[in-house]
């Protein structure tokens, strides 16, 4: 199990490196950043680190494209949510086995800590897909959903790619030379993100 997981992995990272050295890397970067706050399951940031480790000059525009992209991923997210939820949320609920904790984030949104919540999905690993299409479900505001949603996801995308401009390739290189400890690392934050919610 854990070298299918591995080989998984290895093969995401050098499909994401073809990715990052290609004219359509930036496409490729905003349109996952899109996906990834509504319906998929591997985080930007993957892309991110392997565009700005190649291409340092382009960690400004990368990080600006992938947080655009997120938060119209998080407005599709809340659509979801809002209009769509029992015919679209219910069954990515469903695929990612998640109703436990798709009950506990609705909680959550409805408790006066709702909005931190979602700042926290935003710039942490928790899955942000599912405080997306939450706040849809659960009715919250709109605007402050959207203006939260692009402070947290600013923030972590523009401080993955400052630290990638500053360390650049040798970044690439430590990430070639302790691949499976990094591959472990992607997988617990995976799983990590999950398990907040369960936990909260």
Same mark, same amino acid.
């Given at each position: 199990?854990?070298?299918k997981?591995? /080989?998984?992995?290895?093969? &995401?990272? =050098?499909w994401t490196?073809?990715?990052?050295?290609s %004219? @359509?890397?930036l496409l490729?970067?905003?349109?996952?950043?899109?996906?990834?706050? /509504?319906?998929? %399951?591997? %985080?930007? =940031?993957? #892309?991110?680190i392997a565009?700005?480790?190649?291409?340092?000059?382009r960690?400004l525009?990368?990080?600006l !494209?992938?947080?655009?992209?997120?938060v119209?991923?998080?407005?599709?997210?809340?659509?979801i949510?809002?209009?769509?939820?029992? $015919?679209?949320?219910q069954?990515?609920? =469903?695929?990612? @086995?998640? @109703?436990?904790?798709?009950?506990t984030v609705v909680?959550?949104?409805?408790? =006066?800590?709702?909005?931190?919540? &979602?700042?926290?999905?935003?710039?942490? %690993?928790?899955?942000?897909k599912?405080?997306?299409?939450?706040?849809?479900?659960?009715?919250?505001?709109?605007?402050?959903?959207?203006?939260?949603? #692009?402070?947290?996801? /600013? $923030?972590r995308?523009?401080?993955?790619a400052?630290? #990638?401009?500053?360390f650049?390739?040798?970044?690439? $290189? &430590?990430?070639e030379?302790?691949?499976?400890?990094?591959?472990?690392?992607?997988l617990?934050l995976?799983?990590?993100?999950?398990? $907040?919610?369960? !936990?909260?």
């Amino acid at each position: 199990m854990i070298a299918k997981i591995r /080989s998984w992995i290895r093969g &995401l990272y =050098d499909w994401t490196m073809k990715w990052a050295d290609s %004219p @359509q890397s930036l496409l490729a970067l905003f349109l996952i950043a899109i996906a990834e706050s /509504s319906v998929f %399951p591997i %985080p930007p =940031d993957v #892309l991110l680190i392997a565009i700005v480790a190649a291409n340092t000059h382009r960690w400004l525009s990368a990080a600006l !494209l992938c947080s655009a992209g997120s938060v119209i991923g998080a407005a599709i997210g809340y659509l979801i949510g809002a209009v769509a939820f029992d $015919a679209l949320g219910q069954p990515i609920i =469903d695929f990612y @086995q998640a @109703q436990d904790a798709w009950n506990t984030v609705v909680a959550t949104y409805n408790s =006066d800590v709702g909005i931190w919540f &979602l700042l926290a999905a935003a710039f942490t %690993p928790i899955p942000f897909k599912v405080a997306t299409i939450a706040a849809g479900a659960t009715g919250m505001a709109f605007w402050p959903f959207l203006v939260v949603s #692009l402070f947290g996801r /600013s $923030a972590r995308f523009f401080l993955v790619a400052a630290m #990638l401009r500053i360390f650049g390739a040798p970044v690439r $290189a &430590l990430i070639e030379k302790h691949f499976d400890a990094f591959a472990l690392a992607f997988l617990v934050l995976l799983i990590a993100g999950f398990m $907040a919610i369960r !936990l909260l």
